[in-house]
T-cell receptor
Framework: DTEVTQTPKHLVMGMTNKKSLKCEQH?????MYWYKQKAKKPPELMFV???????INESVPSRFSPECPNSSLLNLHLHALQPEDSALYLC?????????????FGSGTRLTVV | LAKTTQPISMDSYEGQEVNITCSHN???????ITWYQQFPSQGPRFIIQ???TKVTNEVASLFIPADRKSSTLSLPRVSLSDTAVYYC????????????FGTGTRLLVSP
């Protein structure tokens, strides 16, 4: 299995809702990432998990809460989002290696906040 | 992380060769150059990576001059399905680090 699977593919939520995005990989990668991408813009890094521990938080608002329950799973919990948080949320994974830049991205979750 | 500069957009026709150049004047000794392709509403997909000279795979070629301050992604005989955004990234060849995307080049292939 060489894929990163993200669910759901589409999500519409109200500003008072709580929802979660899920990301799963079975490639044995020990780093996992959340990126946010607005329309016609490049992906922007949000969080990096290394060996299930949060290693980088790019000053993301607390209404986004990441969680890494195990080496294969990465969640992003959403609460009290704003309409400007509507975007494509991408998950990626990578392995530490000397010869392969090995970042694999999922297809993303299209989030709409109403 | 070295900053990269690419053309915002390029146009081509089916069957032509497309060359997309990326400038990275501040590239460090340990940095590699990697290109990703992204279709609308999909995640970026790794295309090719190189350190110096020329690298070729089944999809593309990557040309890197001796000073490594720029690189050129070459797509032979493009088709309509090559219409996408292409990102050039520069960084150490390890995982577990920030992957910082520049603005990318939007390639449009017409019939």
């Amino acid at each position: 299995d060489t894929e990163v699977t993200q669910t759901p593919k589409h999500l519409v939520m109200g500003m008072t809702n709580k929802k979660s995005l899920k990301c799963e990989q079975h490639m044995g990668h020990r780093a996992m990432y959340w990126y946010k991408q607005k329309a016609k813009k490049p992906p922007e890094l949000m969080f990096v998990y290394s060996y299930e521990k949060l290693s980088i938080n790019e000053s993301v608002p607390s209404r986004f809460s990441p969680e890494c329950p195990n080496s294969s799973l990465l969640n992003l919990h959403l609460h009290a989002l704003q309409p400007e948080d509507s975007a494509l949320y991408l998950c990626a994974s990578s392995q530490r290696s000397g010869g392969d830049y090995g970042y694999t991205f999922g297809s993303g979750t299209r989030l709409t906040v109403v | 992380l070295a900053k990269t500069t690419q053309p915002i957009s390029m146009d081509s026709y089916e069957g032509q060769e497309v060359n997309i150049t990326c400038s990275h004047n501040n590239i460090a000794t340990n940095d590699y150059i990697t290109w990703y392709q992204q279709f609308p509403s999909q995640g970026p997909r790794f295309i090719i990576q190189g350190y110096k000279t020329k690298v070729t795979n089944e999809v593309a070629s990557l040309f890197i001059p001796a000073d490594r301050k720029s690189s050129t992604l070459s797509l032979p005989r493009v088709s309509l399905s090559d219409t996408a955004v292409y990102y050039c990234l520069v960084g150490e060849d390890t995982g577990f680090q920030k992957l910082v995307f520049g603005t990318g080049t939007r390639l449009l292939v017409s019939p």
